[in-house]
Antibody
Framework: QVQLVESGGGVVQPGRSLRLSCAAS????????MHWVRQAPDKGLEWVAD????????HYPDSVKGRFIISRDNSKNTLYLQMNSLRAEDTAVYYC???????????WGRGTLVTVSS | DIQLTQSPSTLSASVGDRVTITCRAS??????LAWYQQKPGKAPKLLIY???TLETGVPSRFSGSGSGTEFTLTISSLQPDDFANYHC???????????FGQGTKLEIK
């Protein structure tokens, strides 16, 4: 069925790196822009990164720019988020989400928890 | 950056009530606004996009309105399944990035 499944979360020390993956199935992944959105414990949603359907354009908010890198492999139907120089404030559930085409998200994964702690 | 402010932060209501949640943008976003429902421990679910277009499969008791800087989500007659958190999101194509409101918790009175 149509779904997104995140993986790769865990506990990591401040300053270290982690790579998240999002496996897509049930739809033509290469036709869609994709996003990462995070939610810190008991907080609201925060957009983290997006990537165009072909991988040629990427955008980030200032909070993660220069530390996080979004990428995709359309041959593997997989989205990635490389997170470097992690900070305590990066602790959150990270969701991948599909862009319907104009910037809203019509399909979400169940999320993967990243905890940054010493 | 465009900021979104939702009100109220918490809303207490009863089954059958009509409720309205407001989302205000720091600058005009035309109708580029979406609403999501999120239950504890679950991913958000798209309810409404382009301010007032109901996503397929979403009950008609949900409706959205507004344009420019002020938007509302209305639930006409609350059902037990509607008690959840609600988030607005802007996707103004003329401003890079995307932002969400801080969320509204809809709880049972």
């Amino acid at each position: 069925q149509v779904q997104l499944v995140e993986s790769g979360g865990g506990v990591v020390q401040p300053g270290r790196s982690l790579r998240l993956s999002c496996a897509a199935s049930g739809f033509t992944f290469s036709n869609y822009g994709m996003h990462w959105v995070r939610q810190a414990p008991d907080k609201g949603l925060e957009w983290v990164a997006d990537i165009w359907y072909d991988g040629n354009n990427k955008h980030y908010p200032d909070s993660v720019k220069g530390r996080f890198i979004i990428s995709r492999d359309n041959s593997k139907n997989t989205l990635y988020l490389q997170m470097n120089s992690l900070r305590a404030e990066d602790t959150a559930v990270y969701y991948c989400a599909r862009d319907r085409g104009t910037g809203y998200f019509d399909l979400w994964g169940r999320g993967t928890l990243v905890t940054v702690s010493s | 950056d465009i900021q979104l402010t939702q009100s109220p932060s918490t809303l207490s209501a009863s089954v059958g009530d009509r409720v309205t949640i407001t989302c205000r943008a720091s600058q005009s976003i035309s109708s580029w606004l979406a609403w999501y429902q999120q239950k504890p421990g679950k991913a958000p679910k798209l309810l409404i996009y382009k301010a007032s277009t109901l996503e397929t499969g979403v009950p008609s008791r949900f409706s959205g309105s507004g344009s420019g800087t002020e938007f509302t989500l209305t639930i006409s007659s609350l059902q037990p399944d509607d008690f959840a958190n609600y988030h607005c999101q802007q996707y103004n194509s003329y401003s890079p990035g995307y932002s969400f409101g801080q969320g509204t918790k809809l709880e049972i009175k």
